[in-house]
C-alpha cells in the first residue's frame, strides 16, 4: 500500500514526495480538495498531512485549512492508518501567547489524537534550504535575497536566537515515521529543531556564502528592526532520537545556508539566459 501526502505541490509536501519516490516508497500525492473526501477513500497505510495554511494567509483560511479540513481527512483514512501531522512549534505556546495560527495548529493536534490508529505530531520550526518546490519564505532565503539583491543583510540591532531546520531533514524524518514498526518516543508531539542559533551568526554564514558563491562582498548591518514572532524553546536531543530511529543524518545549518545560497545563484542565473 501507498504512502498518502497532503499538500504535496507544497514547500514541505514537495520534498516529502520527493524523498519517499527516491526510496522507492509508492507515493500517491494529489487527494484533491480535502473538505471533499469521502469517507473511506483514502487507501493508504500511512498519510502524511502537510496541507495548511502559514501564518501570513487570512484568518479564515487558515482555520479552514490548518483545522476544518482535518476531520474529512481523518474519516477518508483507515482506522489502522498512520497519521503523520506537520505541526508547529506555535501550537506549543502559551495559551494566552497563542496568535490565531498558534490556536490552529493546537486545535488540528486535538483532532488527529482522536484517530484509532498510531498519531504521529512533529512541532515544525522554521524550515530553510531547496526543496522541489522551491526554496521558501524563511529569513535564511531573505537573507539571501537581500544579499544578493543589495549586498547588504540588515539584521537588529539586539542580539536574537533564532532556529531553523532543513526543508529536506524534516521531509526525511517525516517520511520515516510512516512505517508502524518503528517506535514512536512517546504519545506527546516531538519539537522539530536543530538548536538555538545567534541570527548574528547565520547572517555572517549567509555573507560568507554570498561571497563565496558570487565573489561579491556582502556586508552585515546592524539597524533597528520590528520584533519577530518568538518560538518556544525546544530540546533538541528529542528531534536528534527521532531522526536516529528514522535513520536520517543531520543536515547542518552551514550546509543548508550554502545550499540555499547556491540554489538561488543557480536560478538567477537561469534566469539571465
Not at 504512502?3 to 487527494?31: F, K, N, P
Request: aromatic share 2%.
Amino acid at each position: 500500500m501507498s504512502v498518502a501526502v497532503t499538500g504535496c505541490q507544497g514547500y514541505l509536501g514537495s520534498a516529502v514526495v520527493e524523498h519517499l519516490r527516491h526510496g522507492g516508497t509508492a507515493c500517491r500525492s494529489g487527494l484533491g480538495r480535502l473538505q471533499e473526501l469521502r469517507p473511506g477513500s483514502v487507501d493508504s497505510r500511512a498519510v502524511i498531512h502537510c496541507a495548511g495554511a502559514l501564518r501570513c494567509r487570512p484568518a479564515p483560511e487558515i482555520w479552514h485549512a490548518n483545522v476544518v479540513c482535518l476531520t474529512p481527512l481523518l474519516r477518508a483514512i483507515d482506522p489502522d492508518c498512520v497519521m503523520v501531522l506537520a505541526s508547529s512549534r506555535a501550537a506549543a505556546a502559551p495559551p494566552n501567547e497563542q496568535d490565531l495560527y498558534g490556536r490552529s495548529k493546537n486545535a488540528a493536534e486535538q483532532i488527529a489524537a482522536q484517530h484509532p490508529g498510531p498519531v504521529r505530531i512533529v512541532r515544525l520550526t522554521v524550515l530553510a534550504g531547496p526543496s522541489p518546490a522551491g526554496l521558501g519564505d524563511s529569513f535564511v532565503s531573505r537573507m539571501t535575497d537581500a544579499a544578493l539583491r543589495t549586498g547588504a543583510i540588515r539584521i537588529p540591532a539586539d542580539e536574537r536566537t533564532v532556529d531553523f531546520l532543513d526543508v529536506r531533514e524534516a521531509a526525511a524524518v517525516m517520511a520515516g515515521l510512516t512505517d508502524p514498526a518503528r517506535p514512536w518516543p512517546d504519545a506527546e508531539p516531538v519539537d522539530a529543531t536543530s538548536g538555538p542559533l545567534e541570527l548574528t551568526a547565520v547572517a555572517r554564514a549567509t555573507a560568507e556564502a554570498v561571497q563565496e558563491a558570487t565573489g561579491r562582498r556582502v556586508r552585515v548591518v546592524r539597524t533597528e528592526l520590528p520584533a519577530g514572532s518568538r518560538q518556544p524553546p525546544a530540546d533538541p536531543t528529542r528531534w536528534a532520537r527521532l531522526r536516529t530511529a528514522a535513520g536520517v543524518t543531520a543536515r547542518a545549518p552551514l550546509s543548508t545556508i550554502r545550499d540555499t545560497v547556491r540554489a538561488r545563484v543557480r536560478a538567477g542565473e537561469l534566469s539571465t539566459l
